[in-house]
């Protein structure tokens, strides 16, 4: 069974950072690409940023760019999200998906994303 799995939220103080990684079971990573969504209360799910499993391609919402990196380990198993100089802002349930394909869309599409994990918390105290 194909499926993806966040870990590394936490709690945080404002300016601060977490490295969020998002772990593949049951198939690697290559040949797909992995994105990162939010979900904060009151608000609608937001596009983090997106990265192809060669690690070549990244996108990112206009929120994060600057702050967020995304990268691939060379097992081709894990993405990593490290976020940095974290706002309040930023708190949200942070989810990966993966969906098989080469390009990583700035669109942040989730309609386009196959398989969900669960989500990692992620609060940042001001």
């Known amino acids: 069974q194909l499926q993806v799995a966040e870990s590394g939220g936490g709690l945080v103080q404002s300016g601060g950072s977490l490295r969020l990684s998002c772990a593949a079971s049951?198939?690697?990573?290559?040949?797909?690409?992995i994105g990162w969504f939010r979900h904060a209360p009151g608000k609608e799910r937001e596009g983090v940023g997106c990265?192809?499993?060669?690690?070549?391609?990244?996108n990112y919402g206009d929120s994060v760019k600057g702050r967020f990196t995304a990268s691939i380990d060379n097992t081709k198993t894990t993405v990593h999200l490290q976020m940095n100089g974290l706002k309040p802002e930023d708190t949200a349930v942070y989810v990966c998906?993966?969906?098989?394909?080469?390009?990583?869309?700035?669109?942040?599409?989730?309609?386009?994303?196959?398989?969900w994990g669960r989500g990692t918390r992620v609060t940042v105290s001001s």
């Open positions: 998906a993966a969906y098989p394909g080469y390009y990583c869309s700035p669109y942040l599409d989730p309609s386009e994303y196959k398989y």
């Open positions: 049951g198939f690697t990573l290559d040949y797909y690409v």
């Open positions: 990265i192809d499993s060669s690690g070549g391609w990244t």
